[in-house]
């Protein structure tokens, strides 16, 4: 007989939903058997929408400031063990120009909260690796900004913004924090999608204090908002930081996560992260199973990279090309296709803004 577990599961399969009360029963109950059913029922709605492939993003982490006190990031300004650097437009259009040999079509640039990059330095690089490299797609992941500046990098020719809402309930998040607004990072995401943005949110899975009422919270927050891109990773505490006395996020509960947004929202672009590598050694692998279908290989100067430490990672010190052939024969060993087009979501048409 089905346990109630795997009915839920199943009904989710077809119907792409649930009420938050029957996700958190999920979430409470869920064992290895039903795991594996959600996990299969996944990576066939991913490979109903998507096939075999996975998307692949060139990420470059062009500025390690940031004037944010975000309680888990070790890249916090409060955090003054952590030697700071910022790439040239010159370094940051090298390492388009290395990722773009290396065959990729989309580059995340991704920062602290770094007021150095004025909207006029922006745009201006956006607008170059737009003309350099037409056809490839630029997403950016560099905090809250006011209305009018996502509008003029839009305008630049940025395609994408992730802007993780990193925890669905105002309790938690103002909490971890300090000076920020709920209202105001929900507000930068409407705007984000209004501008016509394929829009990306996510949250943290293991924030102390983040029930399983909470988790649900966020997948019904992202069946509600329907983003085009949604980044999901598991807590990695950083020693310098003041939730350094707690454990790691799960991993196995940042797949079931992981699977359960693969079935709720069928077609959204969902990394297999960084974090959840870090974690484990088969952590890509796990992902891309519990329906993932993006990767983000790093084309940060290895120097550079070391520094960037949202949280401590295992560095390759590899260069690009050599971490991209592990990464690529990661993802067919494990069954799957390369694809390094842009790799737009579905529903993506770019419009001019009024
Ligand atoms: N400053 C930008 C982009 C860089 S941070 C921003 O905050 O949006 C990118 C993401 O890293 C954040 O959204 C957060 O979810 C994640 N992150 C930061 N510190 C982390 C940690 N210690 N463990 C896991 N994820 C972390
Ligand atoms: Fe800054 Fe982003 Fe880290 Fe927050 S998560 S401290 S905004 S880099």
Same mark, same amino acid.
């Given at each position: 007989?089905?346990?109630?577990? /795997?009915?839920?599961i199943?009904?989710?399969?077809?119907?792409?939903?649930?009420?938050?009360? !029957?996700?958190?029963?999920?979430?409470?109950?869920? +064992?290895?058997? !039903?795991?594996?059913?959600?996990?299969n029922?996944?990576?066939?709605t991913?490979? /109903?929408?998507y096939?075999?492939?996975?998307?692949?993003?060139?990420?470059?982490?062009?500025?390690?400031?940031?004037? #944010? @006190?975000?309680?888990?990031?070790?890249? #916090?300004?409060?955090?003054? =063990?952590?030697s700071?650097?910022? %790439?040239t =437009? !010159?370094?940051?259009?090298?390492?388009?120009y290395?990722?773009y !040999?290396?065959?990729? =079509? @989309?580059?995340?640039?991704?920062?602290?909260?770094?007021?150095?990059? @004025?909207?006029?330095?922006? @745009?201006?690089?956006?607008?170059?690796i737009?003309q350099?490299?037409?056809?490839?797609?630029?997403t950016?992941?560099?905090?809250e =900004?006011?209305?009018s500046?996502?509008r003029?990098?839009?305008e630049?020719?940025?395609? #994408?913004f992730?802007? #993780?809402?990193?925890?669905?309930?105002?309790?938690?998040?103002? +909490?971890l924090? $300090?000076?920020?607004?709920? &209202?105001?990072?929900?507000?930068?995401?409407?705007?984000?999608?209004?501008i016509?943005?394929?829009?990306? /949110?996510?949250f943290?899975?293991?924030?102390?204090?983040?029930?399983?009422?909470i %988790? &649900?919270?966020?997948l019904v927050?992202?069946?509600?908002?329907k $983003?085009?891109?949604?980044?999901?990773?598991p807590?990695?505490v950083h020693?310098?930081?003041?939730?350094?006395?707690?454990?790691?996020?799960?991993?196995?509960q940042?797949?079931?996560?992981?699977?359960?947004?693969?079935?709720?929202?069928p077609?959204? %672009?969902?990394?297999?992260?960084?974090?959840?590598?870090?974690?484990?050694?088969?952590?890509l692998?796990?992902?891309?199973?519990?329906?993932?279908?993006?990767?983000? $290989?790093?084309?940060?100067?290895?120097?550079e990279?070391?520094?960037?430490?949202l949280?401590?990672?295992?560095?390759?010190?590899?260069e690009?090309?050599?971490?991209?052939?592990?990464?690529?024969?990661?993802?067919?060993?494990?069954?799957?296709?390369v694809?390094?087009?842009?790799g737009?979501?579905k529903s993506f048409?770019r419009?001019?803004?009024?």
């Open positions: 007989m089905k346990t109630k577990v /795997a009915e839920l199943t009904t989710l399969y077809q119907d792409n939903t649930l009420s938050k009360e !029957e996700l958190v029963y999920i979430l409470d109950h869920i +064992k290895q058997e !039903e795991m594996e059913l959600l996990f029922l996944a990576n066939a991913r490979k /109903a929408n096939g075999s492939k996975v998307f692949l993003r060139g990420l470059i982490e062009f500025s390690n400031y940031c004037k #944010r @006190t975000c309680q888990y990031c070790g890249l #916090r300004c409060a955090n003054v =063990k952590r700071r650097f910022r %790439l =437009k !010159e370094e940051i259009l090298a390492c388009c290395q990722g !040999e290396l065959g990729f =079509k @989309t580059f995340v640039l991704q920062s602290g909260e770094d007021d150095y990059f @004025t909207d006029e330095i922006l @745009t201006d690089i956006i607008g170059e737009k350099k490299f037409p056809d490839v797609a630029v950016l992941s560099i905090g =900004k006011s209305n500046s996502y003029n990098y839009y630049a020719g940025a395609d #994408r992730l802007l #993780r809402h990193e925890t669905a309930t105002k309790e938690l998040y103002d +909490k924090h $300090p000076g920020m607004s709920f &209202a105001n990072r929900r507000e930068c995401l409407e705007n984000i999608k209004v016509g943005y394929q829009a990306g /949110a996510g943290i899975v293991g924030l102390p204090g983040q029930t399983s009422e %988790l &649900a919270e966020n927050y992202l069946k509600e908002f $983003p085009h891109m949604i980044g999901i990773g807590l990695i020693p310098d930081t003041p939730l350094k006395d707690y454990s790691n996020g799960s991993v196995e940042t797949l079931i996560c992981l699977a359960l947004t693969r079935l709720l929202l077609d959204v %672009l969902l990394p297999s992260t960084t974090a959840l590598n870090v974690l484990v050694p088969q952590g692998k796990g992902g891309l199973q519990a329906g993932a279908n993006v990767v983000m $290989p790093n084309l940060t100067p290895v120097e990279r070391k520094k960037y430490e949280y401590q990672r295992r560095i390759s010190a590899d690009s090309k050599f971490l991209l052939a592990r990464i690529e024969k990661c993802i067919e060993e494990a069954g799957y296709e694809d390094k087009g842009r737009d979501h048409c419009t001019k803004l009024e």
